[in-house]
């Protein structure tokens, strides 16, 4: 016995010898690879690295990130504060949030830090677009491109774009089964940037085919730049083309148009604007403004309009003062076309021919509804933030931002942090939107309320998404009412759209003519 013990002594012993060793390795390689972070620090400058953790050799902390989604950031948050560094999907990153920061970020464009985005969106999306454009050739295109989102354009989508979301929630009251919102949003959003937007003469099943063919490039838009068999980026790339020749025909004909019409649609408007400015657009740029225009607007219009139609729900009392506003302004009749009106909402939909009865102006008369649409976007922002690369080493809260760093500045942080506001941040409360507050607030405060980003990158067409979610909103309350589907509400996904895990299932259900105020269309 006294051999066969000495034996597994010996062995548990080796055993021990190797996980020490091992053990040691792992801290001697961590240590290793944070004091190469350590080092690449700009020598020049005084200024410390932002406090963080760098992880493990090449993973950095990126298998953490993945595990634990938007509590990664707010974890690391308080444990370092608004400023800190990290290693993510292989490049160092340093995290930023609060309204002074981001203000640093999104008006140093161009100066301190340049956009950032992956290769293969590069590839994707083409090299005329905005997101590829910097310096001058971006300053230009945003030119050309801010008569695509003017005043006078708006007016003109305005009518359409009420008529698609009135179709789409009689669509929805009519529908016996449960409706997955954030994909009926999806297929509604792509609808109305393609026939209204772009002018596109698409039927339905053109628009579904051409929206699942869409939602492939899309899907595929951060892939490994490899452009091999059944890779990401090669998917996208047969994507991308097959969208490419559908718009050729399309732009063909609008190239051949009579140059002195008025431009009716975003394509028009594109090509009347290069013009203007002495430059004759190619057929390649123009289909990808196109694509631009359609992802620009695809994932996150249909995010927000799905978020509006989750707050509503878990908020009736929002409900309630819209419909009073909407009384107040002369606004409360439901469509005479309704589901309901007419009796029921089941069988087929009859065409409807009822005039618009909203215009820019008369949304501009709904403060109570432009508060619930500011407030959506600021307690559920459809995008978590956006990446910069450092184009020098300069200072930020104290701490050195190396160049050739990435920066990510955070929308969701921000708005959670944001002490300007006399309710909590966590609220729903479309309220702190209301005039009275808002003059009490400080001069930095549009950093405090970011959904759109800033600066020279700010999004151009925010007038356009805030309108389309508050005509959602005022075709949804007074036309439906809805319920979940669900025994409880979805969980939030949060990367790379805030989206309900299971779609936000409901059950949508025609008013009544009174509950809806009485009468007929205008």
């Given at each position: 016995?006294?051999?066969?013990?000495?034996s597994?002594?010996?062995?548990?012993?080796a055993?021990?010898t190797?996980?020490?060793?091992?053990?040691?390795?792992?801290?001697?390689?961590?240590?290793l690879w944070?004091?190469?972070?350590?080092?690449?620090?700009?020598?020049?400058?005084?200024?410390?690295?932002?406090?963080?953790?760098?992880?493990?050799?090449?993973?950095?902390?990126?298998?953490?990130?993945?595990?634990?989604?938007?509590?990664?950031?707010?974890?690391r948050?308080?444990?370092?504060?608004?400023?800190?560094?990290?290693?993510?999907l292989?490049?160092?990153?340093?995290?930023v949030?609060?309204?002074e920061?981001?203000?640093?970020?999104?008006?140093g464009?161009?100066?301190?830090?340049?956009?950032?985005?992956p290769?293969?969106?590069?590839?994707?999306?083409?090299?005329h677009?905005?997101?590829?454009?910097?310096?001058?050739?971006?300053?230009?295109?945003?030119?050309?491109?801010?008569?695509?989102?003017?005043?006078?354009?708006?007016?003109?989508?305005?009518?359409?774009?009420?008529?698609?979301?009135?179709?789409e929630?009689?669509?929805?009251?009519a529908?016996r089964?449960?409706?997955?919102?954030?994909?009926?949003?999806?297929?509604?959003?792509?609808?109305?940037?393609?026939?209204?937007?772009?002018?596109?003469?698409l039927?339905?099943?053109?628009?579904?085919?051409?929206?699942?063919t869409?939602e492939?490039?899309?899907?595929?838009?951060f892939?490994?730049?490899?452009?091999?068999p059944?890779?990401?980026?090669?998917?996208?790339?047969?994507?991308?083309?097959q969208l490419?020749?559908?718009?050729e025909?399309?732009i063909?004909?609008?190239?051949?148009?009579?140059?002195?019409?008025?431009?009716?649609?975003?394509?028009?408007?594109?090509?009347?604007?290069?013009?203007?400015?002495?430059?004759?657009p190619?057929m390649?740029?123009?289909?990808?403004?196109?694509?631009?225009?359609?992802?620009a607007?695809?994932?996150?219009?249909?995010?927000?309009?799905?978020?509006?139609?989750?707050?509503l729900?878990?908020?009736?009392?929002?409900?309630?003062?819209?419909?009073?506003?909407?009384?107040?302004?002369?606004?409360?009749?439901?469509?005479?076309?309704a589901?309901?009106?007419?009796?029921?909402?089941?069988?087929?939909?009859?065409?409807?021919?009822?005039?618009?009865?909203?215009s820019?102006?008369?949304?501009?008369?709904?403060?109570?509804?432009?508060?619930?649409?500011?407030?959506?976007?600021?307690l559920?922002?459809?995008?978590?933030?956006?990446?910069?690369?450092?184009?020098?080493?300069?200072e930020?809260?104290?701490?050195?931002?190396?160049?050739?760093?990435?920066?990510?500045?955070?929308?969701?942080?921000?708005h959670e942090?944001?002490?300007?506001y006399?309710?909590?941040?966590?609220?729903?409360?479309p309220?702190?939107?209301?005039?009275?507050?808002?003059?009490?607030?400080?001069s930095?405060?549009?950093?405090?309320y970011?959904?759109?980003?800033?600066?020279?990158?700010?999004?151009?067409?925010?007038?356009?998404a805030?309108?389309?979610l508050?005509?959602?909103?005022?075709?949804?309350?007074r036309?439906?009412?809805?319920?979940?589907?669900?025994?409880?509400?979805?969980?939030?996904?949060?990367?790379?759209i805030v989206?309900?895990?299971?779609g936000?299932?409901?059950?949508?259900?025609?008013?009544?003519?009174?509950?809806?105020?009485d009468?007929?269309?205008?």
């Amino acid at each position: 016995m006294f051999p066969w013990g000495l034996s597994c002594l010996s062995v548990l012993g080796a055993a021990g010898t190797a996980l020490l060793c091992t053990g040691l390795l792992l801290s001697l390689a961590q240590h290793l690879w944070t004091l190469r972070w350590m080092l690449s620090r700009d020598r020049a400058s005084t200024l410390p690295l932002p406090k963080g953790s760098m992880g493990w050799p090449f993973f950095g902390e990126t298998l953490h990130w993945l595990a634990q989604g938007s509590r990664f950031h707010s974890s690391r948050r308080e444990r370092y504060g608004t400023v800190f560094k990290t290693h993510l999907l292989g490049r160092p990153v340093i995290r930023v949030s609060g309204a002074e920061n981001v203000r640093t970020i999104l008006l140093g464009e161009h100066r301190l830090v340049r956009s950032q985005w992956p290769q293969s969106a590069h590839i994707l999306l083409g090299e005329h677009t905005l997101l590829g454009a910097v310096g001058d050739p971006h300053r230009r295109r945003r030119k050309v491109l801010a008569r695509v989102f003017s005043r006078a354009a708006l007016e003109r989508y305005v009518p359409r774009l009420q008529g698609a979301l009135r179709r789409e929630v009689r669509s929805w009251c009519a529908t016996r089964g449960p409706v997955s919102v954030y994909d009926a949003a999806k297929a509604l959003t792509f609808r109305m940037a393609a026939r209204i937007l772009l002018g596109l003469r698409l039927d339905e099943a053109q628009c579904a085919t051409l929206a699942r063919t869409f939602e492939e490039l899309v899907e595929n838009l951060f892939s490994l730049p490899l452009d091999v068999p059944f890779s990401g980026l090669r998917k996208g790339i047969r994507a991308r083309d097959q969208l490419h020749r559908h718009l050729e025909g399309a732009i063909y004909e609008k190239l051949h148009e009579d140059k002195a019409a008025e431009p009716g649609d975003a394509l028009d408007l594109i090509i009347h604007s290069a013009r203007e400015l002495g430059h004759e657009p190619s057929m390649q740029e123009l289909k990808e403004s196109a694509v631009e225009l359609l992802f620009a607007a695809f994932f996150t219009t249909a995010s927000a309009s799905t978020s509006l139609v989750l707050l509503l729900l878990q908020h009736p009392a929002a409900i309630a003062k819209i419909r009073e506003e909407l009384v107040a302004q002369g606004l409360g009749r439901a469509c005479g076309c309704a589901p309901g009106a007419a009796g029921g909402g089941s069988g087929p939909l009859p065409d409807c021919d009822c005039e618009p009865d909203l215009s820019l102006a008369a949304l501009g008369r709904l403060r109570y509804v432009d508060c619930v649409v500011k407030e959506v976007l600021r307690l559920l922002p459809p995008v978590s933030g956006g990446y910069r690369t450092a184009l020098c080493t300069f200072e930020l809260d104290g701490y050195q931002i190396p160049k050739g760093w990435s920066v990510m500045y955070s929308i969701r942080d921000t708005h959670e942090t944001a002490a300007v506001y006399r309710s909590p941040p966590e609220g729903f409360d479309p309220e702190r939107f209301g005039a009275a507050r808002e003059d009490s607030r400080g001069s930095c405060s549009r950093f405090h309320y970011i959904p759109f980003g800033g600066g020279a990158r700010s999004c151009l067409g925010q007038e356009l998404a805030q309108a389309v979610l508050q005509l959602l909103a005022v075709e949804l309350v007074r036309t439906a009412r809805w319920e979940l589907a669900t025994p409880a509400f979805p969980a939030m996904q949060t990367v790379p759209i805030v989206h309900p895990v299971d779609g936000l299932r409901l059950f949508f259900h025609p008013l009544a003519p009174s509950a809806a105020g009485d009468g007929l269309c205008l």
